[in-house]
């Protein structure tokens, strides 16, 4: 079960809505996600009676179907909403709280806010912001880079070269986000973000040099705070009696909290350049991506040049 506490979002939130705390202050209220199927942009939205384990928005619609209700009808509606006990509630667009509203939240302990920001701009930023707080997370071991503008974690056993490569990756303009351990979360359905704990930030371990902090020694570029996982380099040392295939025909993906990743697996020899490998992996990625498969190409290519000796 992932959760968050009302406090905190609310700390986290005060100067970017200007939130002011109305009722309850200091109820202790999480916002939760109890499958692993939900994603933080589940717990969040406009007032709704269907959903009261939701962070509820009230903004100018909800203001004009207050307007249109018969008051006994509109407090036997908040009254219900209130008894499911919802995280809290936000009255948004610089509303007027309605005593109604705020009465009930009095009397049963439930966070009330109330913020000038307009209503969909709210559940928009709690969105983001949950999605990320409450997503699924995993630690791999690994490095982390920004290559070309596509994040690439660099896995192998150990001593196969990942720090070595990724110092000549950042000496060839690249940049670093995680070096040894990278937290990954899942914040959308097919989308993984990668970034590094933050104890480890910024530094890079290089066999016989020890760690060097990447910032300072190449400047600021060097350095990424996150990248969405698009591919997964791993290195692979050779085994004795075992060849690895020339051409690798089907596409390799990983498996990553649920979402398949692209994978390439590049052997290591003594003389190739690794740098330029990856890079050219994640070209071909690129290309991939836009549908251009060099490899399908080829096979296609191939066929045709065999009908045409049948012929």
Known sequence: MRQISIAQLFEDHRDKLDLTWVAASGAKRHLELKERGNYGADVVGHLNLIHPERLQVF???EREWSLRVAPQ????????????H????????????????????????????ATPKPCSAVIDLLRIYLSRRLADTVAVHGVFMDVLGMGVLITGDSGAGKSELALELISRGHGLVADDVVELARIAPTTIEGRCPGMLKDYLEVRG??????????????????????????????????ESPRLPLDAQTQDILGVPVRKVIIPVAAGRNLAVLLEAAVRNTILQLRGIDSMEEFIQRQQRELLDEDL
């Open 209 to 242: 040099l020890g760690l060097l902090n990447i910032r300072t020694i190449f400047g600021e570029t060097a350095s990424r705070r996150k990248m969405k996982l698009k591919l997964i380099v791993h290195l692979q040392k050779p085994v004795a009696g075992v």
């Open 86 to 113: 919802p995280p809290a509630i936000i009255i948004a667009d610089g509303l007027e709280v309605l005593p109604t509203i705020q009465e009930a939240c009095e009397a049963t302990g439930t966070p009330l806010f």
């Open 59 to 61: 903004g100018l619609a």
């Open 73 to 84: 009808r509109l407090k036997q509606q908040v009254d219900d909403l209130i008894a499911a």
